[in-house]
């Protein structure tokens, strides 16, 4: 059980910040928040862990989903993701997803976002489990990065938003179920500082670096999820992991997402033998939901003894290869690899978290004063496997949606008087920390990764066990803090497989392979505060 706090303080020492809307985290979610934050409130501070770019957005290929193509309808957007969702998916959830999506879309165009164009019209592409075109793209393969631009430059140039860089969230400031602001470590002034808002919003992502190979880049470390657990809010649904099926995995190269747009435009997989192999697995081949297609790769390397398979493009033209693909196109060529011409090794790699802090359909938790968008929340939308280019939507959707719920509640002011401390954490010897968290990464890829089955489970439980005594240590740097948040959450994400008996979408248990009815629901952990 991890303590309350990371730190001990004294609210009363600490500088105090006082803003009306307070965001945490600086992806899509958090900044598209913000932004429509400032048609309401007149002070809204956003934090973030290093710079306003160091986002899982930035890094997002393929795109976004949107119905607004001649020959698509939100009806078939949200029967796709509730299909992809293998019956967890909240139905209302997913509704507004793909209803008000396209006018989200719409608002990021007006903002700035230039998405890919065709004769004048936006070019959409195909991914997995897509039974239309519906992939709004920019620049080819660096949606992320143009929708980050835009979205950065419009809060940058927002006299009402503030944003802090280099601000880590520490711990939420709850009292009497009622969220009133948060402690942050301000990590280049080296200073705990509190601040206090009516509207706190947590945008801090998912956490996929706790496991060793994934395509998340390093601030993924799950601190809005494991600050809130300790709060005491909801989080739900957080054994569904996905797994992305084609991550470039080559000696001496770090890991790199080869977007699905990829399969979605004509590659194929091969494996080893160099024979094409998704057709026996599922109709959809290659476009199969991820889930489906990870299970098949991992099938393909046991049986041919490869740590990889492979991804083809050469049937197709290679110009247009290269110029629908740029930015997979120079980093592969960085390491002598010609995405038309090669053979791409990939492997799978953890993408993407579908549980996370559980929400409303207005983005509130289970704290009052508190709400979530983005990765690190869970309204349903996602179920048990997302409908891959769904996320940069959610968070648009449910980010817009904190800024209707909250305008109509607006909290009262709470937190002027407030009084808060964390006491009683000892200090600890010096250890490793950077170590503790490459050996919690390899467990969890060993044994919580995209096959699990009870031993493994009970295996990882227990090693993870072992490091519960470091909690009484008081936190003193970033990277003994970031692993006690990934210690939580992995904690978490192993006793909830262990509990689910069943395979579903992302969580699959080689001891029960089949999907079961009675496990037709959500898994909710509360720790009691
Ligand atoms: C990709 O480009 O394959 C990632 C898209 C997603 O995860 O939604």
Redesign the pocket.
Known sequence: MPKRYLVNFDLGDLERVETGFLVIGSGIAGLYTAHAASSYWEDIVVLTKRGIDDTATEH????I?AAVGPNDSPLYHYEDTLAAGAGLCDPTAVEILVTEGPARVEELIRLGARFDRADGRLDLTR??AHTRRRILHAMG?A?GAEIQRVLSETVRANPKIKVLENHFLVDLLVTKGICWGALALDHQEGKLKAYLAPVVVLATGGAGQIYQHT?NPEVVTGDGIAAAYRAGAEVMDLEFV?F?P?VLLLEGAPRF??????RGEGGILLNAQGERFMPRYHPMAELAP?DVVVRAILKELERTGSRVVYLSLEHLNPEQVHARFPTISQRLKAYGLDLARDRIPVAPAA??FMGGVKTGFHGETSLQGLYACGEVACPGVHGAN???????LDGLVFGGRIVEHAKRVRPEKVFSKAEAKGEGLIPGPPIDYARLKLELKELMQTHVGPVRCRKGLEEALKALAQWETLNNYEATSLEEMEFKNMLEVAYLVAEAALMRTESRGGHYRSDYPEPRPRWQRHLIFRRQV
Do not use: K, M, P
Not at 257 to 262: D, M, P, Q, Y
Not at 386 to 392: C, G, H, K, P, V
């Open positions: 997002a290929q393929g795109g989903a991914e997995g393969d949606t395509t996905q992305h084609t997402l080869i977007s699905e747009a990829v991820r993408h993407y997302r409908l891959a280019s769904n996320s940069l």
